[in-house]
């Protein structure tokens, strides 16, 4: 059964091409920086939103028009689960990610769960098989159903600790057995909405706890994926733990956990927290802890997670040049489509059109990034402004020799201070030059 409407596999044809199904950028074979596109972006899709989602927003129900409305239970399961590869072989995609009850639902105990998920797992990797597709990482949802209330690994309910332990271990089997690059935790509900009622410490030393159960789980199966947290401010929780790059390594590194994990970095957080999603990169990035990406935007005039597909050329190119710059660029991550299609866009081949408009803004770009890197079209400019930290007074601060006697010497020396401009404006107006003619 075609559920994209018999949609063949999407071919590149270049930007002159009109054809809404061809690919404008996105080249899997071109060579940049000495890899190619495909190599460089490990396109991932989002099972959540693209096969579970039905267009549903928090004032009204869902409006998805899908060959498997009509089924529940299993059957739908599986239907998904066809659905799934179709569209890898559509969009040419490698990769695709899941929670585990995206893929399976839930029974009436632990155990009929843990065996419906076995059965779909069974049959996914199947599919893998015979497709060539790779799981670029997996992870437990622990924030929909109603025991997780006051958190998983950071509830006030010790029952629901070891639910949720056991979940994840779940989890982190299949990750195993499915080949996973990359295991995602992310903390739906671990926050709290007043102090009030809020053992701070206990939450947090709790949460700390249970990411080093699952560090030792991995290790004794012998699961060597790459382990990933994915900040995300407020939405659900008020103060979320993990709320964004800056507070989760702060975290990891009290915790003695940073050495086993990297971040998962979503742009439509990055703007909920404040921040820019080249400013959560960028601090991933320089802490050497830099591990994936979920590419999408979100509305600024909406305070809330709209998860849209990316469209903005001036994030995804200043996204790719962070990544560019990162040790190994991607390396095991990759760029995930945690975006999902309007409300209004219910047809299924809404979907496809989403995805290839998607690949597209990333794939230009890292055509603009590494045009921008090649000419070094930035580092000119940083490294004459802070030229200062490179000779005399500047250079001792760098190499430690400086203390605050030579410091006062230098400042009472009295010599004049003179200022140069930052040249905002100017690196504006080249970062538009490239993505006009690069």
Avoid at 6 to 30: C, M, Q, R
Avoid at 225 to 251: G, M, N, R, V, W
Wanted: glycine residues 8%; charged residues 25%; hydrophobic residues 40%.
């Amino acid at each position: 059964m075609g559920y994209f409407d018999h949609v063949g596999t999407v071919k590149f044809e270049g930007k002159s091409s009109t054809n809404p199904l061809a690919f404008k950028f996105y080249n899997p074979d071109e060579i940049i920086l000495g890899k190619t596109m495909r190599e460089h972006l490990r396109f991932g899709v989002a099972y959540w939103h693209s096969f579970t989602g039905n267009g549903s927003d928090p004032f009204g129900a869902g409006t998805a028009l899908r060959g498997w409305n009509e089924l529940s239970g299993m059957e739908l399961a599986k239907a998904r689960v066809e659905a799934c590869f179709e569209l890898l072989n559509i969009l040419d995609v490698d990769y695709f990610c899941f929670h585990d009850r995206d893929i399976a639902p839930e029974g009436d105990t632990l155990q009929e769960t843990n065996r419906n998920l076995d059965e779909i797992v069974a049959l996914i990797k199947q599919h893998m098989h015979s497709s060539g597709k790779k799981l670029l990482w997996n992870t437990a949802n622990m924030f929909t159903n109603p025991r997780f209330v006051h958190g998983a690994a950071t509830t006030s309910n010790a029952d629901v600790f070891a639910y949720a332990a056991a979940q994840v271990k779940k989890a982190l089997d299949h990750g195993k057995e499915l080949g996973a690059e990359n295991y995602v935790f992310w903390g739906g509900r671990e926050g709290y909405e007043s102090l009030l009622n809020t053992d701070l410490g206990l939450e947090l030393d709790n949460l700390a706890r249970f990411l080093q159960l699952a560090v030792d789980y991995a290790k004794e199966i012998g699961f060597d994926a790459q382990f990933l947290i994915e900040p995300k401010p407020k939405e659900p929780s008020k103060h979320q733990y993990d709320f964004d790059a800056a507070t989760t390594l702060q975290f990891l590194q009290k915790y003695d956990l940073a050495k086993h994990f990297k971040l998962n970095l979503e742009a439509n957080h990055a703007t909920l927290a404040g921040h820019t999603f080249e400013h959560e990169l960028r601090v991933a990035r320089i802490n050497g802890a830099l591990g994936s990406i979920d590419a999408n935007q979100g509305d600024l005039l909406l305070g809330w997670d709209t998860d849209e597909f990316p469209t903005d050329l001036y994030a995804s190119t200043l996204a790719m040049y962070e990544i560019l710059q990162n040790e190994g660029g991607i390396g095991r991550g990759g760029v995930n489509f945690d975006a999902k299609v309007r409300r209004t866009s219910f047809e299924p081949i809404d979907v496809v059109y989403a995805h290839i408009n998607g690949m597209d803004a990333f794939a230009r770009g890292l055509q603009v990034a590494a045009k921008l890197i090649e000419d070094r079209a930035f580092d000119n400019v940083i490294e004459e402004r802070y030229a200062s930290f490179t000779k005399g007074i500047g250079a001792d601060i760098v190499s430690g020799k400086a203390n605050f006697h030579t410091l006062e010497a230098y400042a009472l020396q009295n010599n004049p201070i003179t200022n140069k401009s930052g040249r905002v404006e100017l690196l504006r107006s080249i970062l538009n030059q490239y993505i006009i003619n690069v």
